[in-house]
């Protein structure tokens, strides 16, 4: 299947929130591939547990802390299995403050 590429932009040490659709019922998890050094990703409480009845979501919260792109990778599978179900591309765009951007 082809990947899906969402792209976000940030200032450097701004919390950017990903949603990725979680169908609790299957057992399968998000997990953050290839995370870089200069990028945090936390696995934010997932919406109220009542939601989680339904179909929820599962929120990261990604926060750059140095200037520049990142390509973050989200694989959806179980823990217990090798075979990825779904996969998400986020790249994310660090700028930082105060306009003194750094020419790549």
Same mark, same amino acid.
């Given at each position: 299947?082809?990947?899906?590429? %969402? *792209?976000?932009?940030?200032? @450097?040490? !701004? ?17 953050? /591939? ?12 997932? !919406?109220?547990? @009542?939601? %989680? %009845? *339904?179909?929820?979501?599962q929120v990261f919260s ?5 200037? $520049? /792109?990142?390509e973050l990778r989200f694989?959806l599978k179980r823990a217990?299995?090798?075979?990825? *179900?779904?996969?998400? *591309?986020?790249?994310? %765009?660090?700028?930082?403050?105060? $306009? ?5």
């Amino acid at each position: 299947h082809t990947m899906s590429t %969402q *792209r976000l932009a940030s200032n @450097v040490g !701004q919390i950017c929130r990903i949603a990725l659709p979680s169908y609790p019922g299957s057992g399968a998890t998000w997990y953050v /591939d290839g995370a870089n050094g200069a990028v945090r990703v936390c696995l934010e409480e997932s !919406q109220a547990t @009542v939601a %989680q %009845q *339904r179909d929820g979501s599962q929120v990261f919260s990604v926060i750059g802390e140095v200037a $520049g /792109d990142y390509e973050l990778r989200f694989v959806l599978k179980r823990a217990w299995e090798r075979e990825v *179900r779904n996969s998400r *591309r986020v790249v994310l %765009q660090v700028r930082s403050l105060g $306009g003194k951007s750094r020419a790549n």
